[in-house]
């Protein structure tokens, strides 16, 4: 699946990379509110225990809250310029690509199991998300739209597709009554 638009003539490596530069910079995001937090209580520490640097021990209370407001406003800049450069640079933002984070979550899915997730909450989790049966809708559609634009290739092969997901549905659980509902047009 390309990571951009081919109009925007960019090759699926370089949105490879954008997605990975932005899946960096909202790590770094995510770890301002802790660095900033932790900042300030060592800054405190230090002051209120006369320790460390001649700049902290020696600073009145008021020069100490500036340093607080220094910190803080060091924060919000920051975070302020990593939503900046990632609404700026996330493919996603264009081509409404949100099988890409799905695909992450079931990776981190995948590495819960492994790590000894109950397998038997994951499963209950799994059926009561309707992920299988939204994606056969999902690829219904798609079908539909390769159909429609007379792509039988595709259109064939995404209903190929189906047929498996239908399956799968059923035997993780679903039972026939909402496959009935999918074949009747609705969820």
Do not use: C
């Not at 009145?60 to 910190?71: E, G, N, Q």
């Amino acid at each position: 699946m390309a990571d951009i638009s081919a109009e925007a003539g960019q090759s699926p490596t370089a949105g490879t990379a954008r997605r990975l530069t932005t899946r960096a910079l909202k790590r770094v995001r995510r770890l301002t509110d802790p660095v900033a937090s932790a900042a300030l209580l060592v800054m405190v520490g230090l002051w209120l225990t006369h320790t460390g640097p001649a700049w902290l021990t020696t600073a009145s209370d008021w020069t100490v809250l500036l340093y607080a407001v220094a910190v803080l406003g060091i924060k919000t800049t920051t975070d302020a310029v990593v939503e900046y450069v990632i609404e700026l640079i996330d493919p996603d933002r264009w081509d409404g690509d949100i099988t890409y984070e799905l695909a992450e979550g079931l990776t981190q899915l995948r590495a819960d199991i492994d790590n000894g997730a109950d397998i038997d909450d994951v499963l209950d989790s799994f059926r009561a998300s309707n992920l299988v049966p939204e994606l056969l809708s999902t690829l219904r559609n798609l079908a539909a739209e390769y159909a429609a634009r007379g792509d039988d290739d595709e259109n064939q092969r995404l209903l190929a597709a189906v047929l498996h997901l239908r399956n799968a549905d059923k035997n993780i659980g679903y039972g026939h009554d909402q496959i009935a509902a999918l074949k009747g047009g609705g969820k």
